[in-house]
């Protein structure tokens, strides 16, 4: 569970609305079409997807992107061996899930 620290970003994007339906249009849906299973975890959620190339470069995308748009987001990704689902936790401080409910749409 995260601390509450006062040195940590706010709960916000920094996206413009324009470029916030972009992303809800494209790379988001992209990422949870791809999800075996997403559960609400704490302030944030788990995901688990299968073990292949193409999933593991959209995860990535998605974490590039969001990680500049929103720097209060926490991504802990496992990538077990012999093929095994890969599993990404996303979560932030107070507040988070209701943000990532809103981005997932």
Not at 3 to 25: F, G, I
Not at 38 to 59: C, K, M, P, Q, V
């Amino acid at each position: 569970m995260m601390a509450e620290n006062p040195q940590q970003p706010p709960v916000a994007c920094s996206l413009t609305p324009e470029e916030m339906r972009d992303r809800q249009a494209s790379l988001i849906p992209a990422l949870l079409e791809r999800a075996v299973s997403i559960e609400a975890s704490g302030e944030g959620y788990f995901l688990r997807f299968n073990s292949d190339a193409a999933t593991l470069r959209t995860i990535a995308e998605v974490i590039a992107a969001e990680s500049r748009c929103c720097p209060f987001l926490q991504f802990d990704l496992s990538v077990p061996p012999a093929q095994g689902n890969v599993s990404l936790a996303i979560s932030g401080p107070k507040g988070t899930r209701a943000f990532l409910e809103a981005l997932f749409g």
